[in-house]
């Protein structure tokens, strides 16, 4: 059975720090996603890494794959109030294309 | 292009009754999923459908099933609930192009309590 595994499960960031937020899973793969969900909200598409080496970048967040190694990252850099939120990487595998397995998820909180 | 949408968005019931939640996709996607979130078991996959037909399953009892209509709309039951039922039912919609799925867009879910 596929599993994905997140830590830390909680961040607390400065403001201006650099930080990382881990993803593992247990089986081959075939691509690897990042969401972000607000408070009492819904999933919020970031990253879609689809290969090998594949890495994306969108403002302060950048988020790699390295699938010899099951495992991607999620990189903040200089943190911000405003990406307060809680982070999840989700798995799918080409013999359940629509299903997503999902890490526990990463809260993020950014102070001053 | 319209975003998935989710009817109704806060649900109250009592344990024993049953309930049926309704999804629609973004236009021209095929696949919809849907899934529980909860804070103690965090996010679980509940099934997918793809043409009306049910193409992936996830660990949940026979009370929660769910089915999809030739206009790609999905619904999703639970009968006799339990108040461990209590979660927000999140469904999603991706579109097949090129021998795979792309991403699924997320709707903004169902918050359902038992009580």
């Known amino acids: 059975e596929l599993k994905v595994e997140q830590n830390p499960l909680f961040l607390s960031m400065q403001e201006g720090k650099n930080y990382t937020i881990y993803c593992n899973y247990s089986t081959t793969s075939d691509r690897l996603y990042w969401y972000r969900q607000d408070p009492g909200k819904s999933l919020e598409s970031l990253f879609v890494?689809?290969?090998?080496?594949a890495v994306k970048q969108e403002g302060r967040l950048m988020a790699s794959l390295d699938t010899k190694a099951r495992l991607s990252t999620l990189h903040i850099t200089a943190a911000v109030h405003d990406l307060s939120a809680t982070y999840f990487c989700?798995?799918?595998?080409?013999?359940?294309?629509?299903?997503?397995?999902f890490g526990a998820g990463t809260q993020v909180v950014v102070t001053p | 292009k319209a975003g998935v949408t989710q009817t109704p968005r806060y649900l109250i019931k009592t344990r024993g009754q049953q309930v049926t939640l309704s999804c629609s996709p973004i236009?021209?996607?095929?696949?919809v999923s849907w899934y529980q979130q909860t804070p103690g078991q965090g996010l679980q996959f509940l099934f997918e459908y793809f043409s009306e037909t049910q193409r992936n399953k996830g660990n949940f009892p026979g009370r929660f099933s769910g089915r999809q209509f030739s206009n790609s709309r999905s619904e999703m039951n639970v009968s006799t609930l339990e108040l461990g039922d209590s979660a927000l039912y999140l469904c999603?919609?991706?579109?097949?192009?090129?021998?795979?799925?792309?991403?699924?867009?997320f709707g903004p879910g169902t918050r359902l309590t038992v009580l």
């Open positions: 890494l689809l290969s090998n080496g």
């Open positions: 989700a798995v799918v595998t080409t013999d359940s294309w629509g299903k997503l397995q």
């Open positions: 999603a919609s991706s579109q097949w192009s090129g021998g795979t799925y792309n991403e699924q867009f």
């Open positions: 236009s021209g996607h095929r696949s």
